[in-house]
Protein backbone atom coordinates (compact mmCIF):
# COMPACT_ATOMS: atom_id res chain seq x y z
CA UNK A 1 0.00 0.00 0.00
CA UNK A 2 1.29 3.36 -1.25
CA UNK A 3 1.32 6.14 1.45
CA UNK A 4 -0.19 9.63 0.20
CA UNK A 5 0.64 13.07 1.18
CA UNK A 6 -0.12 16.57 -0.55
CA UNK A 7 3.55 17.11 -0.91
CA UNK A 8 6.52 15.12 -0.40
CA UNK A 9 9.73 16.93 0.28
CA UNK A 10 12.99 14.64 -0.52
CA UNK A 11 15.36 16.14 1.94
CA UNK A 12 15.71 17.04 5.71
CA UNK A 13 18.28 19.83 5.70
CA UNK A 14 18.08 23.56 5.56
CA UNK A 15 15.88 23.46 2.27
CA UNK A 16 14.11 20.64 3.36
CA UNK A 17 12.52 22.14 6.52
CA UNK A 18 12.18 25.71 5.16
CA UNK A 19 9.86 24.06 2.34
CA UNK A 20 8.02 22.26 4.94
CA UNK A 21 7.44 25.11 7.17
CA UNK A 22 6.09 27.18 4.77
CA UNK A 23 3.39 24.76 3.47
CA UNK A 24 2.38 23.98 7.14
CA UNK A 25 2.02 27.80 7.60
CA UNK A 26 0.32 28.49 4.35
CA UNK A 27 -1.89 26.11 4.69
CA UNK A 28 -2.60 24.09 7.87
CA UNK A 29 -4.79 21.64 5.83
CA UNK A 30 -2.03 19.99 3.38
CA UNK A 31 -0.17 16.80 4.41
CA UNK A 32 3.63 17.20 4.02
CA UNK A 33 6.17 14.01 4.50
CA UNK A 34 9.55 14.62 4.42
CA UNK A 35 11.89 11.57 3.57
CA UNK A 36 15.27 12.04 4.37
CA UNK A 37 18.31 9.01 4.09
CA UNK A 38 19.57 10.98 7.58
CA UNK A 39 18.08 12.06 10.37
CA UNK A 40 17.41 16.02 9.74
CA UNK A 41 20.33 17.35 12.24
CA UNK A 42 22.33 15.05 10.79
CA UNK A 43 22.03 16.94 7.19
CA UNK A 44 25.02 18.69 5.54
CA UNK A 45 23.69 22.25 7.26
CA UNK A 46 24.46 21.39 10.11
CA UNK A 47 28.33 21.65 9.30
CA UNK A 48 28.06 25.09 7.70
CA UNK A 49 30.67 26.91 10.24
CA UNK A 50 30.63 30.55 8.54
CA UNK A 51 27.33 32.49 8.20
CA UNK A 52 24.91 33.68 6.11
CA UNK A 53 24.47 36.73 3.76
CA UNK A 54 22.07 39.38 4.04
CA UNK A 55 21.62 43.57 3.76
CA UNK A 56 21.13 44.72 7.45
CA UNK A 57 23.25 47.89 8.24
CA UNK A 58 23.27 51.14 6.99
CA UNK A 59 26.36 51.44 5.37
CA UNK A 60 24.94 48.42 3.65
CA UNK A 61 22.17 48.12 -0.04
CA UNK A 62 20.13 45.88 -1.54
CA UNK A 63 22.04 47.10 -4.74
CA UNK A 64 25.62 46.45 -2.97
CA UNK A 65 24.36 42.84 -2.43
CA UNK A 66 22.59 42.47 -5.86
CA UNK A 67 26.25 43.78 -7.47
CA UNK A 68 28.51 41.27 -5.13
CA UNK A 69 26.35 38.04 -6.21
CA UNK A 70 26.33 39.51 -9.67
CA UNK A 71 30.20 40.22 -9.97
CA UNK A 72 30.92 37.02 -8.15
CA UNK A 73 28.76 34.58 -10.62
CA UNK A 74 30.60 36.00 -13.50
CA UNK A 75 27.20 37.31 -14.99
CA UNK A 76 26.47 33.85 -14.93
CA UNK A 77 23.53 34.03 -12.52
CA UNK A 78 19.93 34.97 -13.26
CA UNK A 79 19.37 38.30 -12.12
CA UNK A 80 15.61 38.38 -11.64
CA UNK A 81 16.51 35.37 -9.35
CA UNK A 82 19.15 37.66 -7.38
CA UNK A 83 16.95 40.57 -7.20
CA UNK A 84 14.25 38.98 -5.43
CA UNK A 85 17.05 36.90 -3.33
CA UNK A 86 18.39 39.83 -1.87
CA UNK A 87 15.25 41.59 -1.28
CA UNK A 88 13.74 38.35 0.18
CA UNK A 89 17.07 37.49 2.33
CA UNK A 90 16.66 39.81 5.52
CA UNK A 91 13.06 39.19 6.04
CA UNK A 92 13.95 35.44 5.76
CA UNK A 93 17.04 35.74 8.51
CA UNK A 94 14.83 37.56 10.98
CA UNK A 95 12.04 35.63 10.53
CA UNK A 96 14.80 32.89 11.39
CA UNK A 97 15.89 34.31 15.03
CA UNK A 98 12.12 34.95 15.88
CA UNK A 99 12.05 31.14 15.41
CA UNK A 100 14.95 30.40 17.79
CA UNK A 101 18.39 30.75 15.75
CA UNK A 102 20.73 32.80 17.78
CA UNK A 103 22.73 35.47 15.93
CA UNK A 104 26.21 36.87 17.39
CA UNK A 105 25.87 40.47 18.53
CA UNK A 106 27.25 43.55 18.35
CA UNK A 107 28.03 45.10 21.99
CA UNK A 108 25.05 47.31 21.34
CA UNK A 109 23.03 44.31 20.65
CA UNK A 110 22.40 44.86 17.23
CA UNK A 111 23.10 41.91 14.74
CA UNK A 112 27.02 41.34 13.80
CA UNK A 113 28.33 41.18 10.52
CA UNK A 114 31.45 39.46 8.95
CA UNK A 115 33.32 40.56 5.87
CA UNK A 116 33.42 37.15 3.34
CA UNK A 117 35.02 36.59 0.44
CA UNK A 118 33.59 38.20 -2.91
CA UNK A 119 31.43 40.59 -0.43
CA UNK A 120 32.52 44.12 -0.91
CA UNK A 121 30.82 45.46 2.28
CA UNK A 122 30.25 43.10 5.93
CA UNK A 123 26.66 41.73 5.48
CA UNK A 124 27.71 37.82 6.95
CA UNK A 125 25.26 37.32 9.85
CA UNK A 126 26.61 34.35 11.46
CA UNK A 127 26.28 32.33 15.38
CA UNK A 128 29.91 31.99 16.41
CA UNK A 129 31.29 29.38 13.94
CA UNK A 130 28.55 27.16 13.90
CA UNK A 131 26.01 29.08 11.94
CA UNK A 132 24.58 25.87 9.73
CA UNK A 133 24.29 24.15 13.15
CA UNK A 134 22.00 27.07 14.79
CA UNK A 135 20.39 27.47 11.83
CA UNK A 136 19.48 23.90 11.26
CA UNK A 137 18.29 23.58 14.87
CA UNK A 138 16.11 26.67 14.64
CA UNK A 139 14.30 25.22 11.31
CA UNK A 140 14.17 21.57 13.07
CA UNK A 141 12.29 22.45 16.14
CA UNK A 142 9.87 24.80 14.41
CA UNK A 143 9.04 21.89 12.05
CA UNK A 144 8.28 19.70 15.09
CA UNK A 145 5.28 22.46 16.05
CA UNK A 146 3.12 21.60 12.87
CA UNK A 147 1.39 18.09 13.23
CA UNK A 148 0.73 17.88 9.28
CA UNK A 149 4.68 17.36 9.07
CA UNK A 150 5.51 13.67 8.86
CA UNK A 151 9.64 12.71 8.94
CA UNK A 152 10.64 9.62 7.13
CA UNK A 153 13.81 9.41 8.70
CA UNK A 154 16.75 6.82 7.17
CA UNK A 155 14.64 6.46 4.27
CA UNK A 156 16.37 6.64 0.89
CA UNK A 157 14.54 7.76 -1.84
CA UNK A 158 15.73 6.05 -5.43
CA UNK A 159 13.30 7.17 -7.96
CA UNK A 160 10.88 10.07 -8.64
CA UNK A 161 7.44 8.37 -9.80
CA UNK A 162 6.35 10.14 -13.47
CA UNK A 163 2.86 8.90 -14.35
CA UNK A 164 1.00 11.15 -17.12
CA UNK A 165 3.93 13.57 -17.77
CA UNK A 166 3.65 14.62 -13.73
CA UNK A 167 5.47 13.86 -11.17
CA UNK A 168 3.49 12.16 -8.40
CA UNK A 169 5.64 10.82 -5.36
CA UNK A 170 9.08 9.09 -5.15
CA UNK A 171 9.94 5.36 -4.41
CA UNK A 172 11.96 4.91 -1.01
CA UNK A 173 13.74 2.40 0.33
CA UNK A 174 13.17 2.05 4.15
CA UNK A 175 16.72 1.60 5.42
CA UNK A 176 15.99 -0.67 8.41
CA UNK A 177 13.53 -2.81 6.94
CA UNK A 178 14.69 -3.39 2.99
CA UNK A 179 11.64 -2.49 1.74
CA UNK A 180 10.69 0.06 -1.39
CA UNK A 181 7.91 2.11 -0.16
CA UNK A 182 5.64 4.43 -2.90
CA UNK A 183 5.11 7.81 -1.07
CA UNK A 184 2.32 10.15 -3.35
CA UNK A 185 1.87 13.04 -3.52
CA UNK A 186 0.25 16.22 -5.88
CA UNK A 187 3.64 17.58 -5.88
CA UNK A 188 7.42 16.79 -4.74
CA UNK A 189 9.79 19.15 -3.94
CA UNK A 190 13.97 18.07 -4.06
CA UNK A 191 16.47 18.94 -1.27
CA UNK A 192 19.03 16.67 -1.73
CA UNK A 193 21.67 18.88 -1.12
CA UNK A 194 25.24 19.21 -3.27
CA UNK A 195 27.68 16.22 -4.64
CA UNK A 196 30.84 17.04 -3.98
CA UNK A 197 31.89 13.10 -3.26
CA UNK A 198 32.10 13.25 -6.88
CA UNK A 199 35.70 14.25 -6.30
CA UNK A 200 38.26 13.32 -3.74
CA UNK A 201 39.10 16.15 -1.93
CA UNK A 202 36.00 17.78 -0.63
CA UNK A 203 34.33 19.39 2.98
CA UNK A 204 30.97 17.63 2.04
CA UNK A 205 29.62 14.84 4.37
CA UNK A 206 29.74 11.36 3.26
CA UNK A 207 25.60 11.83 2.53
CA UNK A 208 26.40 14.45 -0.40
CA UNK A 209 26.37 12.24 -3.16
CA UNK A 210 23.58 14.09 -5.02
CA UNK A 211 20.86 11.76 -5.39
CA UNK A 212 18.14 14.26 -5.94
CA UNK A 213 19.83 15.48 -9.49
CA UNK A 214 20.90 11.97 -10.12
CA UNK A 215 16.78 10.99 -10.08
CA UNK A 216 15.66 14.52 -11.82
CA UNK A 217 18.28 13.53 -14.32
CA UNK A 218 17.10 10.14 -15.07
CA UNK A 219 13.28 11.70 -14.73
CA UNK A 220 14.52 13.41 -18.14
CA UNK A 221 14.92 16.83 -16.11
CA UNK A 222 18.12 18.74 -17.57
CA UNK A 223 20.93 19.53 -14.96
CA UNK A 224 21.92 23.41 -15.12
CA UNK A 225 25.40 24.47 -15.32
CA UNK A 226 27.17 21.74 -14.06
CA UNK A 227 30.74 22.24 -15.27
CA UNK A 228 30.77 24.95 -12.41
CA UNK A 229 32.65 23.35 -9.24
CA UNK A 230 33.49 25.60 -6.47
CA UNK A 231 36.58 24.91 -4.57
CA UNK A 232 37.13 26.18 -1.63
CA UNK A 233 40.88 27.56 -0.66
CA UNK A 234 41.34 26.46 2.83
CA UNK A 235 40.60 23.04 3.38
CA UNK A 236 42.82 20.58 5.52
CA UNK A 237 44.69 18.11 3.99
CA UNK A 238 44.22 14.86 3.95
CA UNK A 239 40.54 14.85 5.57
CA UNK A 240 38.98 17.82 3.45
CA UNK A 241 37.40 19.23 6.56
CA UNK A 242 36.76 22.65 6.20
CA UNK A 243 38.77 25.97 7.76
CA UNK A 244 35.67 28.54 7.15
CA UNK A 245 36.44 31.91 5.06
CA UNK A 246 35.36 33.65 8.47
CA UNK A 247 39.16 32.46 9.24
CA UNK A 248 40.10 35.09 6.73
CA UNK A 249 37.00 37.25 7.46
CA UNK A 250 38.48 37.58 11.03
CA UNK A 251 42.16 38.63 9.22
CA UNK A 252 44.02 35.76 9.19
CA UNK A 253 46.24 35.26 6.39
CA UNK A 254 47.86 33.03 4.20
CA UNK A 255 51.62 32.73 3.15
CA UNK A 256 53.45 29.91 1.53
CA UNK A 257 56.84 28.11 2.33
CA UNK A 258 58.85 31.09 2.92
CA UNK A 259 56.44 32.78 5.36
CA UNK A 260 55.61 34.87 2.49
CA UNK A 261 51.67 36.71 1.43
CA UNK A 262 51.60 35.17 -1.72
CA UNK A 263 48.14 36.13 -2.98
CA UNK A 264 49.80 39.47 -3.00
CA UNK A 265 51.62 38.74 -6.71
CA UNK A 266 48.22 37.17 -8.48
CA UNK A 267 45.90 38.95 -9.98
CA UNK A 268 42.69 38.49 -7.86
CA UNK A 269 41.24 40.92 -10.52
CA UNK A 270 41.76 44.35 -11.25
CA UNK A 271 42.09 47.12 -8.54
CA UNK A 272 39.59 49.06 -8.60
CA UNK A 273 39.35 52.73 -8.18
CA UNK A 274 38.12 54.22 -5.34
CA UNK A 275 35.85 57.13 -6.29
CA UNK A 276 33.41 57.55 -3.49
CA UNK A 277 35.34 57.93 -0.35
CA UNK A 278 31.68 56.81 1.88
CA UNK A 279 32.09 53.63 0.14
CA UNK A 280 36.29 52.76 0.48
CA UNK A 281 36.37 49.21 -1.17
CA UNK A 282 38.12 46.34 1.24
CA UNK A 283 41.16 45.42 -0.15
CA UNK A 284 40.61 41.52 -1.30
CA UNK A 285 43.49 39.68 -1.41
CA UNK A 286 42.48 36.81 1.20
CA UNK A 287 39.30 38.06 0.70
CA UNK A 288 38.68 37.84 -3.10
CA UNK A 289 36.29 35.45 -4.35
CA UNK A 290 37.21 31.36 -3.87
CA UNK A 291 37.76 30.51 -7.05
CA UNK A 292 40.61 32.97 -7.88
CA UNK A 293 41.84 32.41 -4.32
CA UNK A 294 42.02 28.11 -5.32
CA UNK A 295 43.62 29.20 -9.15
CA UNK A 296 46.24 31.56 -7.09
CA UNK A 297 47.09 28.25 -5.22
CA UNK A 298 47.85 26.02 -8.16
CA UNK A 299 49.85 28.76 -9.62
CA UNK A 300 51.95 29.21 -6.74
CA UNK A 301 52.37 25.85 -6.53
CA UNK A 302 53.74 25.63 -10.33
CA UNK A 303 56.18 28.01 -8.63
CA UNK A 304 56.93 25.74 -6.25
CA UNK A 305 55.59 27.71 -3.07
CA UNK A 306 54.14 25.29 -1.81
CA UNK A 307 55.24 22.40 1.16
CA UNK A 308 54.60 18.91 0.62
CA UNK A 309 52.66 17.06 2.82
CA UNK A 310 51.10 13.64 2.89
CA UNK A 311 47.72 15.37 2.24
CA UNK A 312 49.22 16.66 -0.63
CA UNK A 313 50.67 20.33 -1.35
CA UNK A 314 49.71 22.85 1.32
CA UNK A 315 50.01 26.43 2.74
CA UNK A 316 49.54 28.24 5.75
CA UNK A 317 46.54 29.72 6.90
CA UNK A 318 48.19 31.82 9.78
CA UNK A 319 45.83 33.69 12.53
CA UNK A 320 48.52 33.77 14.98
CA UNK A 321 48.12 37.25 15.22
CA UNK A 322 44.27 37.32 16.20
CA UNK A 323 45.01 35.91 19.51
CA UNK A 324 43.99 33.02 21.89
CA UNK A 325 40.85 35.81 23.18
CA UNK A 326 39.92 36.76 19.25
CA UNK A 327 40.05 33.13 18.49
CA UNK A 328 38.26 31.19 21.19
CA UNK A 329 35.48 34.04 21.02
CA UNK A 330 34.95 34.35 17.09
CA UNK A 331 36.53 31.00 15.81
CA UNK A 332 36.41 28.42 18.64
CA UNK A 333 35.49 25.64 15.84
CA UNK A 334 38.03 26.48 13.70
CA UNK A 335 40.67 26.16 16.71
CA UNK A 336 38.90 22.51 17.53
CA UNK A 337 39.29 21.14 13.99
CA UNK A 338 43.00 22.37 13.23
CA UNK A 339 43.76 20.86 16.86
CA UNK A 340 42.13 17.39 16.50
CA UNK A 341 42.55 16.81 12.76
CA UNK A 342 45.80 18.72 11.91
CA UNK A 343 47.31 18.50 15.20
CA UNK A 344 48.32 21.74 15.91
CA UNK A 345 47.11 24.54 17.73
CA UNK A 346 46.35 28.00 15.71
CA UNK A 347 46.69 29.80 18.12
CA UNK A 348 50.74 29.06 18.32
CA UNK A 349 51.56 27.09 14.90
CA UNK A 350 49.94 28.34 11.04
CA UNK A 351 47.03 25.54 9.61
CA UNK A 352 48.14 23.86 6.57
CA UNK A 353 45.24 24.26 3.97
CA UNK A 354 44.88 23.26 0.80
CA UNK A 355 41.70 23.96 -2.07
CA UNK A 356 39.02 21.15 -1.74
CA UNK A 357 35.85 20.72 -3.64
CA UNK A 358 32.92 22.80 -1.63
CA UNK A 359 30.34 23.25 -3.04
CA UNK A 360 28.44 22.98 -6.86
CA UNK A 361 27.24 25.59 -8.49
CA UNK A 362 25.19 23.44 -11.10
CA UNK A 363 22.37 21.25 -10.60
CA UNK A 364 18.39 20.68 -11.16
CA UNK A 365 17.31 23.16 -13.33
CA UNK A 366 13.90 25.64 -11.78
CA UNK A 367 12.84 28.35 -12.51
CA UNK A 368 12.44 31.59 -10.06
CA UNK A 369 9.99 29.51 -8.17
CA UNK A 370 11.78 26.38 -7.92
CA UNK A 371 9.77 24.15 -10.55
CA UNK A 372 11.40 22.13 -13.32
CA UNK A 373 10.11 21.26 -16.53
CA UNK A 374 8.43 18.25 -15.00
CA UNK A 375 5.36 19.61 -13.49
CA UNK A 376 5.07 18.88 -9.88
CA UNK A 377 9.06 18.50 -9.69
CA UNK A 378 10.14 21.25 -7.51
CA UNK A 379 13.84 21.73 -6.63
CA UNK A 380 15.53 24.31 -3.57
CA UNK A 381 18.73 24.46 -2.17
CA UNK A 382 22.18 23.09 -3.11
CA UNK A 383 21.02 20.15 -5.60
CA UNK A 384 18.42 23.27 -7.27
CA UNK A 385 20.31 25.66 -9.39
CA UNK A 386 17.86 28.89 -9.37
CA UNK A 387 20.47 30.09 -10.12
CA UNK A 388 21.51 32.84 -8.15
CA UNK A 389 25.24 31.21 -8.08
CA UNK A 390 26.15 30.75 -11.35
CA UNK A 391 29.97 30.76 -12.31
CA UNK A 392 31.23 30.43 -8.53
CA UNK A 393 29.16 31.23 -5.59
CA UNK A 394 30.07 33.95 -3.04
CA UNK A 395 30.29 32.50 0.69
CA UNK A 396 27.74 32.68 2.70
CA UNK A 397 24.76 33.12 0.05
CA UNK A 398 23.93 29.45 -0.04
CA UNK A 399 22.50 29.21 3.64
CA UNK A 400 20.55 32.27 2.86
CA UNK A 401 19.67 30.58 -0.43
CA UNK A 402 18.27 27.65 1.58
CA UNK A 403 15.75 30.11 3.57
CA UNK A 404 14.84 32.32 0.44
CA UNK A 405 14.03 29.78 -2.07
CA UNK A 406 13.14 26.69 -0.09
CA UNK A 407 10.00 28.98 1.38
CA UNK A 408 9.48 30.12 -2.60
CA UNK A 409 9.84 26.47 -4.02
CA UNK A 410 7.17 25.27 -0.64
CA UNK A 411 4.64 27.79 -1.65
CA UNK A 412 4.92 26.59 -4.81
CA UNK A 413 4.47 23.16 -4.58
CA UNK A 414 1.72 23.88 -2.28
CA UNK A 415 -0.67 25.31 -4.81
CA UNK A 416 0.34 22.72 -7.37
CA UNK A 417 -0.76 19.66 -5.30
CA UNK A 418 -4.02 21.90 -4.15
CA UNK A 419 -4.93 22.16 -8.16
CA UNK A 420 -4.17 18.92 -8.97
CA UNK A 421 -5.11 16.38 -6.51
CA UNK A 422 -6.01 13.55 -8.29
CA UNK A 423 -3.51 10.48 -9.04
CA UNK A 424 -2.54 7.77 -10.68
CA UNK A 425 -2.44 5.26 -7.52
CA UNK A 426 -2.75 2.23 -9.64
CA UNK A 427 0.30 2.95 -11.79
CA UNK A 428 2.35 4.70 -9.38
CA UNK A 429 2.03 1.61 -7.22
CA UNK A 430 2.74 -0.62 -10.05
CA UNK A 431 6.23 1.49 -10.17
CA UNK A 432 6.82 1.13 -6.90
CA UNK A 433 7.13 -2.86 -7.29
CA UNK A 434 8.90 -2.53 -10.37
CA UNK A 435 11.11 -0.46 -8.11
CA UNK A 436 11.74 -3.21 -5.34
CA UNK A 437 12.59 -5.90 -8.79
CA UNK A 438 14.96 -3.69 -9.90
CA UNK A 439 16.92 -3.01 -6.71
CA UNK A 440 16.17 -6.62 -6.09
CA UNK A 441 17.60 -7.84 -9.20
CA UNK A 442 20.89 -5.70 -10.04
CA UNK A 443 21.61 -5.53 -6.06
CA UNK A 444 20.54 -7.26 -3.48
CA UNK A 445 20.35 -10.87 -5.14
CA UNK A 446 22.92 -10.07 -7.91
CA UNK A 447 24.97 -12.86 -8.52
CA UNK A 448 28.37 -12.94 -10.17
CA UNK A 449 30.76 -9.55 -10.49
CA UNK A 450 34.00 -8.73 -9.68
CA UNK A 451 33.96 -4.83 -9.45
CA UNK A 452 34.45 -3.81 -6.13
CA UNK A 453 32.36 -0.06 -5.28
CA UNK A 454 35.61 1.03 -3.64
CA UNK A 455 37.77 0.71 -6.53
CA UNK A 456 35.29 2.13 -9.04
CA UNK A 457 34.76 4.94 -6.88
CA UNK A 458 38.60 5.84 -6.74
CA UNK A 459 39.03 5.49 -10.13
CA UNK A 460 35.80 7.99 -10.79
CA UNK A 461 37.75 10.49 -7.74
CA UNK A 462 40.85 10.23 -9.89
CA UNK A 463 39.52 10.59 -13.21
CA UNK A 464 37.47 13.96 -11.26
CA UNK A 465 40.53 15.45 -9.85
CA UNK A 466 42.49 15.00 -13.14
CA UNK A 467 40.61 16.57 -15.54
CA UNK A 468 37.55 18.28 -14.15
CA UNK A 469 39.68 20.19 -11.12
CA UNK A 470 40.27 23.65 -10.87
CA UNK A 471 42.01 24.00 -14.35
CA UNK A 472 40.75 21.96 -17.35
CA UNK A 473 41.91 21.15 -21.15
CA UNK A 474 40.09 19.32 -24.02
CA UNK A 475 42.34 16.93 -23.57
CA UNK A 476 42.11 16.16 -19.91
CA UNK A 477 38.03 16.33 -20.01
CA UNK A 478 37.91 14.24 -22.72
CA UNK A 479 40.12 11.50 -21.63
CA UNK A 480 38.13 11.61 -17.86
CA UNK A 481 34.98 11.52 -19.57
CA UNK A 482 36.18 8.37 -21.63
CA UNK A 483 37.10 7.29 -17.95
CA UNK A 484 33.83 7.67 -16.88
CA UNK A 485 32.39 5.71 -19.33
CA UNK A 486 33.96 2.61 -19.19
CA UNK A 487 33.43 3.20 -15.18
CA UNK A 488 29.73 3.17 -16.24
CA UNK A 489 30.49 -0.44 -18.23
CA UNK A 490 32.27 -2.02 -15.28
CA UNK A 491 29.54 -1.27 -13.01
CA UNK A 492 26.96 -3.10 -14.51
CA UNK A 493 29.80 -6.03 -13.36
CA UNK A 494 29.71 -5.41 -9.61
CA UNK A 495 30.00 -7.47 -6.76
CA UNK A 496 27.57 -7.48 -3.93
CA UNK A 497 28.35 -9.23 -0.65
CA UNK A 498 25.85 -8.04 1.29
CA UNK A 499 22.29 -9.71 1.27
CA UNK A 500 20.64 -8.43 4.17
CA UNK A 501 18.04 -6.54 4.33
CA UNK A 502 18.34 -4.19 7.53
CA UNK A 503 20.84 -1.16 6.82
CA UNK A 504 22.57 -2.93 3.88
CA UNK A 505 25.42 0.10 3.70
CA UNK A 506 26.70 -1.78 0.81
CA UNK A 507 23.34 -1.43 -0.85
CA UNK A 508 23.53 2.86 -0.47
CA UNK A 509 26.67 3.08 -1.80
CA UNK A 510 25.91 0.97 -4.90
CA UNK A 511 22.85 3.37 -5.15
CA UNK A 512 24.91 6.31 -4.23
CA UNK A 513 27.70 5.58 -6.46
CA UNK A 514 25.48 5.09 -9.59
CA UNK A 515 24.02 8.41 -9.07
CA UNK A 516 27.49 9.84 -8.88
CA UNK A 517 28.16 8.12 -12.26
CA UNK A 518 25.73 9.92 -13.72
CA UNK A 519 26.49 13.30 -12.40
CA UNK A 520 30.55 13.10 -12.54
CA UNK A 521 29.93 12.72 -16.57
CA UNK A 522 27.23 15.50 -16.78
CA UNK A 523 29.99 17.85 -15.11
CA UNK A 524 32.53 16.39 -17.96
CA UNK A 525 30.36 16.61 -21.01
CA UNK A 526 29.25 20.24 -19.61
CA UNK A 527 32.96 21.26 -19.06
CA UNK A 528 34.01 20.38 -22.72
CA UNK A 529 31.42 21.85 -24.36
CA UNK A 530 32.16 25.43 -22.62
CA UNK A 531 35.43 26.29 -24.64
CA UNK A 532 35.50 29.71 -21.96
CA UNK A 533 37.03 30.20 -19.05
CA UNK A 534 34.09 31.64 -16.85
CA UNK A 535 34.07 31.69 -12.45
CA UNK A 536 35.08 28.36 -11.54
CA UNK A 537 35.77 26.99 -14.91
CA UNK A 538 38.99 27.47 -15.77
CA UNK A 539 40.33 26.39 -19.30
CA UNK A 540 43.87 26.71 -19.88
CA UNK A 541 43.34 26.40 -23.98
CA UNK A 542 40.71 28.96 -23.55
CA UNK A 543 41.72 31.18 -21.16
CA UNK A 544 39.10 34.13 -21.76
CA UNK A 545 35.62 34.80 -20.81
CA UNK A 546 33.44 34.45 -24.01
CA UNK A 547 30.32 36.36 -23.95
CA UNK A 548 29.39 36.10 -27.52
CA UNK A 549 28.72 32.10 -27.48
CA UNK A 550 28.77 31.54 -23.43
CA UNK A 551 26.51 34.07 -21.74
CA UNK A 552 24.31 31.12 -21.23
CA UNK A 553 23.50 28.56 -19.23
CA UNK A 554 24.01 24.94 -19.99
CA UNK A 555 21.78 22.46 -20.08
CA UNK A 556 22.79 18.44 -19.37
CA UNK A 557 20.31 15.89 -20.24
CA UNK A 558 20.28 12.26 -20.48
CA UNK A 559 19.89 9.97 -23.21
CA UNK A 560 20.63 6.59 -24.07
CA UNK A 561 23.71 7.77 -26.27
CA UNK A 562 24.89 9.41 -23.54
CA UNK A 563 25.11 13.07 -22.40
CA UNK A 564 23.35 16.02 -24.59
CA UNK A 565 24.07 19.63 -23.90
CA UNK A 566 21.77 22.07 -24.88
CA UNK A 567 21.45 25.88 -23.49
CA UNK A 568 19.48 28.33 -21.93
CA UNK A 569 19.48 31.99 -22.03
CA UNK A 570 20.90 33.71 -18.98
CA UNK A 571 18.39 36.52 -17.61
CA UNK A 572 20.01 40.14 -17.52
CA UNK A 573 17.79 42.73 -15.97
CA UNK A 574 19.90 45.82 -15.38
CA UNK A 575 23.39 45.01 -15.11
CA UNK A 576 24.90 43.87 -18.53
CA UNK A 577 28.45 41.89 -18.05
CA UNK A 578 31.76 43.92 -17.30
CA UNK A 579 34.94 42.74 -16.57
CA UNK A 580 35.00 40.69 -13.31
CA UNK A 581 36.89 43.19 -10.68
CA UNK A 582 37.88 43.51 -7.26
CA UNK A 583 39.57 45.99 -5.10
CA UNK A 584 43.02 45.12 -3.67
C1 LIG B 1 31.60 22.28 5.74
C2 LIG B 1 30.68 23.23 5.03
C3 LIG B 1 30.56 24.53 5.46
C4 LIG B 1 29.71 25.41 4.82
N1 LIG B 1 29.62 26.68 5.27
C5 LIG B 1 28.75 27.53 4.69
C6 LIG B 1 28.58 28.85 5.20
O1 LIG B 1 29.18 29.26 6.18
N2 LIG B 1 27.70 29.66 4.57
C7 LIG B 1 26.99 29.26 3.47
O2 LIG B 1 26.19 30.05 2.95
N3 LIG B 1 27.13 28.01 2.99
C8 LIG B 1 27.98 27.13 3.57
N4 LIG B 1 28.11 25.88 3.07
C9 LIG B 1 27.21 25.43 2.00
C10 LIG B 1 25.83 25.11 2.59
O3 LIG B 1 25.98 24.68 3.91
C11 LIG B 1 25.10 24.02 1.80
O4 LIG B 1 25.06 24.36 0.45
C12 LIG B 1 23.69 23.86 2.32
O5 LIG B 1 23.67 23.66 3.71
C13 LIG B 1 22.95 22.72 1.65
O6 LIG B 1 21.68 22.60 2.24
P1 LIG B 1 20.54 21.71 1.59
O7 LIG B 1 19.33 21.84 2.43
O8 LIG B 1 20.43 22.01 0.15
O9 LIG B 1 21.12 20.22 1.69
P2 LIG B 1 21.72 19.39 2.93
O10 LIG B 1 21.77 20.16 4.18
O11 LIG B 1 22.94 18.76 2.41
O12 LIG B 1 20.60 18.28 3.15
C14 LIG B 1 20.34 17.29 2.18
C15 LIG B 1 19.23 16.40 2.69
O13 LIG B 1 18.85 15.52 1.65
C16 LIG B 1 18.70 14.22 2.16
N5 LIG B 1 18.94 13.27 1.07
C17 LIG B 1 19.93 13.27 0.16
N6 LIG B 1 19.79 12.23 -0.68
C18 LIG B 1 18.67 11.58 -0.29
C19 LIG B 1 17.99 10.43 -0.77
N7 LIG B 1 18.44 9.71 -1.80
N8 LIG B 1 16.87 10.03 -0.11
C20 LIG B 1 16.42 10.72 0.98
N9 LIG B 1 17.02 11.82 1.45
C21 LIG B 1 18.13 12.23 0.81
C22 LIG B 1 19.70 14.13 3.29
O14 LIG B 1 19.30 13.14 4.22
C23 LIG B 1 19.62 15.54 3.87
O15 LIG B 1 18.59 15.61 4.84
C24 LIG B 1 28.97 24.98 3.69
C25 LIG B 1 29.08 23.67 3.26
C26 LIG B 1 29.95 22.82 3.90
C27 LIG B 1 30.09 21.42 3.35
Known sequence: MSLR?????????????????????????????????????????????????????????????FKDTIGGSDWLADQDAVEFFVKTAPEEMIQLEHWGCPW????????????FGGMKIERTWFAADKTGFHML????????????????????????????????GVAALDLRTGKVETVLAGAVIMCTGGAGKIFPFTTNGAIKTGDGMGMAYRAGVGLKDMEFIQYHPTGLPGTGILITEAARGEGGI???????????DYDLGTPLEITDPDHPVKKSMELGPRDRLSQAFM????????????????????????????????????????????????????????PVVHYIMGGIDTDINGATQLPGLYAAGETACVSINGANRLGSNSLTELLVFGGVAGHAAAEFATNNPDLDEAALELQGVDEQQRIARDFINKQGG?????????????????????????????????????????????????????????LTSALELDF?????????????????????????DYPERDD?????????????????????????????????????
Open 5 to 65: HDIVIVGGGGAGLRAAIAIAETNPSLSVAVVSKVYPMRSHTVAAEGGAAAVIKDNDSLDEH
Open 104 to 115: SREPDGSVAVRP
Open 254 to 264: LINKDGYRYLQ
Open 299 to 354: RERDKGGTISTDGGPVVHLDIRHLGEKLIDKKLPFVRELAKNYAGIDPVHTPIPVR
Open 548 to 584: ANFLKHSLAFKTIDGVRIDYKDVVITKWPPEERVYGR
Open 450 to 506: TERIATLRKEMHETMEEGAGIYRTDAALRTTSEKLVELRERFANLLIEDRSLTFNTE
Open 516 to 540: MLDLALAVAESGLARTESRGSHQRT
Open 137 to 168: HALYQTSLKYSPITSYNEWFATKILVENNRCQ
